[in-house]
């Protein structure tokens, strides 16, 4: 559905390099990268805003490189919701229908059917400055969704919400996304709301494309410490990996040794995400061929979970619920035991 191949946009002081994406047809697909990547710059970048340096982008199979932004059927929802202060509610959302001359009658059926889909039917009345940030983002959406684009571009849409209005609205967009098929590019800093929207994702760092594949593979078999460490990876080593036993490697961590699945060998890097580690007072009797004793020096706690941060030596950080956290009764300088499976160590 979208093609972008080696696209540069050079911006003075930020520059979007070589990036080549496939985004395919239906598909929801999420940009993730922290603040100042060039995220915004790509969206824009597709939807002609900016003047590209280099490069070439076809949508559904023809080249749109050269077209404006309103040749390109592509609907845009700005984080900033950047709603008209003098229009209600109801010709916001039919702002786009007007410009292009569509029947008053048309308008009105399209503004109400988009209104009541996304739940926002009580407040066509309204002017913007009423409404609260949750309110005037379902608008923006609506009105981005009014023209029948062949893409919607959604520019970090939860980012300024509440946990409950920021779930809701994941849920609806969802809801939109499965009616209509629509291929969705939606740009976001938070790897948790990734995980929960996106079929698939692209890494974006610096100004480029670093990994590109699904939730799983992202966050479980990052390809960089970048990638490791921005998914929140925790446990990142640098190592050598041996070949040990029944085609494992092994991998020394001062006089740690852990095992691991991965066929890579030699100097790399090591990452062990927090909630692959099982913690415990006692010695586990399980399959998984780590278990360590260490001491637990650090309790985070984050609510409905608690990071612990147990030494080994190295320290590894492990992530519980509360609820088993306190069921263990668990203290700082305890003696304690992680356990998790070789699989879990993924070599990069």
């Known amino acids: 559905m979208i093609k972008i191949r080696d696209l540069s946009v050079d911006l003075g002081q930020f520059l979007l390099q070589d990036v080549n994406l496939d985004i395919e047809e239906g598909e929801y697909f999420v940009v993730l990268g922290p603040t100042g990547a060039g995220k915004t710059v790509l969206l824009e970048a597709i939807a002609g805003l900016y003047p590209i340096k280099s490069g070439r982008i076809w949508l559904d199979g023809e080249e749109i490189t050269g077209l404006g932004p309103e040749r390109r059927g592509i609907g845009f929802a700005y984080q900033d919701y950047v709603l008209f202060p003098h229009l209600s509610v109801r010709d916001n959302i039919g702002f786009g229908l007007r410009q292009r001359g569509r029947p008053r009658g048309e308008i009105r059926a399209r503004v109400d059917e988009l209104a009541e889909l996304i739940g926002i039917s009580h407040l066509l009345g309204r002017r913007p400055g009423t409404l609260s940030g949750g309110e005037s983002q379902k608008v923006v959406l609506a009105r981005a969704l009014a023209t029948r684009p062949k893409v919607l571009l959604l520019d970090e849409p939860l980012s300024a919400m509440d946990p409950l209005?920021?779930?809701?609205?994941?849920?609806?967009?969802?809801g939109?996304?499965?009616?209509?098929?629509?291929?969705t590019v939606h740009v976001t800093h938070d790897f948790e709301e990734a995980i929960a929207m996106g079929d698939r994702i692209a890494v974006l760092g610096g100004g480029r494309v670093v990994q590109v594949g699904t939730a799983e593979e992202v966050f479980r078999r990052p390809n960089s410490e970048f990638v490791a460490r921005f998914s929140l990876a925790q446990n990142i080593f640098r190592v050598n990996v041996e070949e040990g036993q029944?085609?494992?490697g092994?991998?020394?961590?001062?006089?740690?040794?852990?095992?691991?699945?991965?066929?890579?060998?030699?100097?790399?890097?090591a990452s062990l995400r927090p909630e692959d580690i099982l913690i415990s007072t006692e010695p586990l009797h399980s399959s998984a061929l780590n278990s360590l004793p260490g001491t637990l020096n650090e309790v985070s706690d984050r609510g409905s979970t608690v990071y612990l941060t147990v030494s080994v030596p190295p320290d590894f950080v492990c992530l519980i619920t509360r609820r088993s956290f306190e069921e263990m009764e668990?203290?700082?300088g305890m003696q304690v035991f992680i356990t998790f499976k070789a699989s879990a160590v993924h070599i990069f």
């Open 330 to 332: 668990l203290r700082q």
């Open 250 to 269: 092994v991998i020394s961590l001062g006089d740690t040794r852990i095992s691991t699945s991965s066929e890579r060998r030699g100097g790399l890097h």
């Open 176 to 183: 939109i996304h499965e009616r209509f098929r629509m291929t």
């Open 246 to 248: 029944n085609g494992l």
């Open 165 to 174: 209005t920021r779930e809701e609205l994941q849920r609806e967009l969802r």
